[in-house]
């Protein structure tokens, strides 16, 4: 890459990341939701924790999807990253607006949660687009676990944060497929082990943080 694409990349890359983590996040997809029923306040608590976590997820996806896209090699990935990486924005988005609901707030440490993420994508997309795309296949069905265990967690009339998770789950669901029609590999084993044991850090401290 010419020494100017890659620092208006990478120009581009710190903005997006300030927008990220310190502008209003904005969904371009409508998701229509009920009312919330009356929930107690210790309800509403756990829902926020379970909440706040889902958006420190998607904070940490912003960050590792850009990393890899900043330094894929085609064009091709570089597009299925970016798209992915704005659909994460519309969770993001939701996420967002649904702690607002609750009077809660993001984690604290989501500027931890994206700068590490955007290291770790652009280590990944530096070891190759094959390899670059087999880390997201691997993301993305260890996201689809989480949420999956979001959503047994979740109250059962709280039909509101759950509409929003399953939709987030079919989004992870089609990027992981996407990245493994288009040539993603299986990732060697100490690796996949590693991820979920940064996710249970992260998404234990996210509950509370």
Same mark, same amino acid.
């Not at 996806?61 to 570089?78: E, P, V």
């Not at 597009?79 to 609750?102: I, Q, Y």
């Not at 399953?166 to 990027?175: I, V």
């Given at each position: 890459?010419?020494?100017?694409?890659?620092?208006? *990349?990478?120009? *581009?890359?710190?903005?997006?990341?300030?927008?990220?983590?310190?502008?209003?996040?904005?969904?371009s997809?409508?998701?229509?939701?009920?009312?919330?029923?009356?929930?107690?306040?210790?309800e509403?608590?756990?829902?926020?924790?379970?909440?706040?976590?889902?958006?420190?997820?998607?904070?940490?996806?912003?960050?590792?999807?850009?990393?890899?896209?900043?330094?894929? $090699?085609?064009?091709?990935?570089?597009?299925?990253?970016?798209?992915?990486?704005r659909?994460?924005?519309?969770?993001?988005?939701?996420?967002? $607006?649904?702690?607002?609901?609750?009077?809660?707030?993001?984690?604290?440490?989501?500027?931890?949660?994206?700068?590490?993420?955007?290291?770790?994508?652009?280590?990944a997309?530096?070891?190759?687009?094959?390899?670059?795309l087999?880390?997201?296949?691997?993301?993305? $069905?260890?996201?689809?676990?989480?949420?999956?265990?979001?959503l047994? $967690?979740?109250?059962?009339?709280?039909?509101?944060?759950?509409?929003?998770?399953?939709?987030?789950?079919?989004?992870?669901?089609?990027?992981?497929q996407?990245?493994?029609?288009?040539?993603?590999?299986?990732? =060697?084993? =100490?690796?996949?082990?590693?991820?979920? *044991?940064?996710?249970?850090?992260?998404?234990?401290?996210?509950?509370?943080?």
């Amino acid at each position: 890459m010419p020494r100017r694409g890659l620092l208006d *990349s990478l120009l *581009s890359v710190a903005d997006e990341g300030l927008r990220t983590l310190f502008a209003p996040s904005r969904s371009s997809r409508a998701l229509p939701l009920p009312p919330d029923p009356p929930m107690t306040e210790p309800e509403k608590r756990h829902i926020a924790g379970l909440i706040r976590v889902d958006h420190a997820g998607e904070v940490a996806a912003q960050g590792l999807y850009r990393g890899q896209a900043l330094l894929s $090699r085609h064009d091709a990935t570089r597009e299925l990253l970016r798209r992915a990486a704005r659909e994460e924005g519309d969770h993001l988005a939701w996420c967002e $607006r649904r702690l607002s609901e609750l009077g809660a707030r993001p984690s604290y440490l989501n500027p931890l949660w994206y700068a590490g993420s955007l290291t770790i994508g652009a280590l990944a997309g530096a070891l190759g687009d094959e390899l670059s795309l087999g880390f997201v296949s691997e993301t993305e $069905r260890q996201v689809e676990g989480h949420l999956a265990a979001h959503l047994e $967690r979740l109250p059962v009339a709280d039909v509101r944060s759950r509409q929003i998770l399953q939709q987030m789950k079919s989004d992870e669901l089609a990027h992981g497929q996407a990245a493994s029609t288009q040539g993603g590999t299986e990732l =060697p084993p =100490p690796l996949p082990w590693l991820m979920r *044991s940064v996710a249970r850090i992260m998404t234990g401290t996210a509950y509370w943080i």
